[in-house]
């Protein structure tokens, strides 16, 4: 069993950089992938980006200038920067983890609660 | 990879049966996942691989479909399942979810 708990300020002000990290417990593996995903009103589910058990990243080119996602391992964190943000990245952010068994792809099994930011001056 | 998930509302009654559909602007294969979603709660992962169930899903729900057309069926709808439901691949980065369909009580 994984248990994931985002945390981070709620409030943003436009042109900062957001930090949100997601705690994880639990076992985890190597062929585990920590994914961040947002949801806001006018764009339902979008995919910001993974970091891989190695460090290895991919973010959505539509954030890609603007996002980084790093893993502490000795920490269980997972770490989302969002920089220069704006109204549209007002959203609720979640941390959801994938992983693979051979070739068979979990899905993203377990998910965090999620946290709301709002980026409002 | 653009999913569009028909129809956007489904009305049904408890006890009936309804069927979900997602469709992906080019295939897939079989990287292709369901999630319900309540409000204030993060999607529960329903189906994975296209047809396979997750851990603790009930046998009511089903998934079906390969390449860009899939299916989510719940064979007799409880009063829990009425909620949001996803489709998501990650076969094409960027992964992309589908817009959902919301099952309410008729």
């Known amino acids: 069993q994984v248990h994931l708990q985002e945390s981070g300020p709620g409030l943003v002000k436009p042109s900062e950089t957001l930090s949100l990290t997601c705690s994880v417990s639990?076992?985890?593996?190597?062929?585990?992938?920590w994914n961040w995903i947002r949801q806001s009103p006018g764009k339902g589910l979008e995919w910001i980006g993974y970091?891989?058990?190695?460090?290895?990243?991919k973010y959505n080119p539509s954030l890609r200038s603007r996002v980084t996602i790093s893993l502490d391992t000795s920490k269980n964190q997972v770490s989302l920067l969002l920089t220069s943000v704006t109204a549209a990245d007002t959203a609720v952010y979640f941390c959801?983890?994938?992983?693979?068994?051979?070739?068979?792809?979990?899905?993203?099994?377990?998910w965090g609660q999620g946290t709301p930011v709002t980026v409002s001056s | 990879i653009v999913l569009t998930q028909s129809p956007a509302t489904l009305s049904l009654s408890p006890g009936q049966g309804a069927t979900l559909s997602c469709r992906a602007s080019?295939?897939?294969?079989?990287?292709l996942a369901w999630y319900q979603q309540k409000p204030g709660q993060a999607p529960r992962l329903l189906i994975y691989?296209?047809?396979n169930r997750a851990t603790g899903i009930p046998a009511r729900f089903s998934g079906s479909g390969s390449g860009t057309d899939f299916t989510l069926t719940i064979s007799t709808l409880g009063p829990e399942d009425f909620a949001v439901y996803y489709c998501?691949?990650?076969?094409?980065?960027?992964?992309?979810f589908g817009q959902g369909t919301k099952l309410e009580i008729k």
């Open positions: 959801a983890r994938e992983s693979w068994y051979g070739t068979r792809w979990s899905g993203f099994d377990y």
């Open positions: 080019q295939t897939v294969t079989s990287f």
């Open positions: 691989g296209g047809s």
């Open positions: 998501q691949q990650r076969s094409i980065w960027p992964w992309t």
């Open positions: 639990g076992a985890s593996s190597t062929a585990d992938y």
């Open positions: 970091v891989f058990y190695s460090g290895a990243t």
